[in-house]
């Protein structure tokens, strides 16, 4: 285990090497153009330059962290993201919000960057607007969804948004066990949205994305989405399928028995 200045020495010898590195390349520009580089090749020296960049900042000014940190020269979109889980304190990936309603999944942000999920609930809300032509009648949200703003917004169009209420709770038991009774349904509305992600990382290896452009990682989780809603209808279909299936097969029998019947009738005639 190093210590915090044996670290720094460490780290110095790493970016002086780096820094060497670099201006030799510097010095082969005056012969040859980086054009006639491989375009990969080209991107990666140019990657390799901006984490320099950032790691001699961070080394100068003892700090620890810098904005739009890259940690892979392969995938330069990908940002370390703390999570504070007991298995991966930090993760490294998309970050994505999903809307659900009655059991379809709408893709709203698809986003590398390490933002705060609570600023986008209005967005999301916009977007429901957008697709049905009219805001929801309730939002069931996570607790970091539920700051003033939010609450702002749905008190303001009339959505109920899910959660315990602001202030005291009431003195009326019986209205006190109604609001608990309220919060439990919200939660297993809510919970819909875990199970997407856990239906979409099992069975459609949402968490098995091995793409390195950062358009094609985007393509790509918003296709998984999009093959679970379709599974979804197709399932449905086939559910009704089958129900019109045994409503026509009882049909036809009933017709071939009403024929049965007419022929037998002609025949007691005659």
């Not at 010898?13 to 082969?28: F, G, K, M, P, Y």
């Not at 940190?69 to 298995?87: D, E, L, M, N, T």
Request: glycine share 6%; aromatic share 10%.
């Amino acid at each position: 285990m190093f210590s915090k200045k044996k670290r720094r020495e460490v780290i110095n010898r790493q970016l002086h090497c780096v820094r060497r590195n670099l201006a030799s390349i510097d010095e082969l520009k005056k012969y040859a153009d980086l054009t006639l580089l491989k375009p990969s090749l080209y991107r990666e020296l140019l990657v390799i330059g901006t984490l320099y960049q950032q790691q001699q900042y961070m080394y100068d000014n003892k700090v620890t962290s810098v904005d739009d940190r890259i940690v892979s020269i392969h995938q330069p979109h990908i940002r370390p993201i703390v999570r504070g889980k007991a298995g991966a304190h930090t993760e490294f990936g998309a970050k994505i919000s999903i809307s659900v309603v009655d059991g379809w999944t709408f893709t709203d942000t698809i986003s590398f960057d390490s933002y705060n999920e609570g600023t986008e609930l209005i967005s999301q809300i916009e977007k429901y607007k957008e697709r049905f032509g009219y805001y929801p009648e309730s939002t069931h949200a996570d607790k970091i969804y539920r700051n003033k703003e939010n609450r702002a917004h749905c008190k303001k169009h009339g959505i109920r948004i899910s959660g315990p209420s602001l202030g005291r709770p009431p003195k009326d038991e019986k209205l006190r066990k109604e609001q608990k009774d309220i919060q439990r349904q919200d939660e297993a509305i809510r919970n819909q949205v875990e199970g997407c992600f856990g239906v979409a990382k099992r069975r459609y290896k949402l968490d098995r994305i091995f793409t390195k452009i950062k358009a094609s990682s985007e393509t790509l989780i918003a296709l998984i989405f999009m093959v679970m809603n379709l599974d979804k209808a197709l399932a449905f279909l086939s559910l009704f399928g089958q129900y019109y299936k045994q409503l026509l097969e009882h049909f036809l029998n009933f017709i071939s028995l009403i024929s049965q019947g007419e022929h037998l009738k002609r025949r007691v005639i005659q």
